[in-house]
């Protein structure tokens, strides 16, 4: 297989395969596979903002399976859609929930 070296953001609509190694910024989605090493990082917020439906964590970058550590409850929320008004549900009990109004 070829190596190549990039500079810069680089996109693929299929995918990546192999070892991905160095610095990632901003948002990973997708299915992520294999050994993840290093210093794994996770968006933060509160409870005030999850339930607030203009706040950015419902307007922006929301789709289902988004995941938001909640400083308020000291606890993972998973989104349940990529609507704003998309409930945001514990990671940890399944059924404490936050609808955005």
């Known amino acids: ?7 810069g953001p680089v996109k693929s609509d299929n995918g990546f395969e192999g070892a991905i190694t160095g610095n990632v910024t901003g948002n990973v989605t997708g299915n992520v596979t294999g050994n993840v090493t290093g210093t794994v990082t996770s968006t933060t917020t509160t409870s005030a ?16 399976g988004t995941t938001l550590y909640n400083t308020t409850t000291k606890t993972f929320y ?13 990671a940890a009990d399944g059924t404490t929930t936050i609808t955005p109004a």
């Open 1 to 7: 297989m070829a190596r190549t070296t990039f500079s």
């Open 49 to 64: 903002a999850l339930g607030a439906i203009a706040n950015a964590v419902n307007t922006s970058g929301k789709a289902l």
């Open 78 to 90: 998973v989104a349940q859609g990529a609507l704003a008004a998309s409930t945001w549900i514990d």
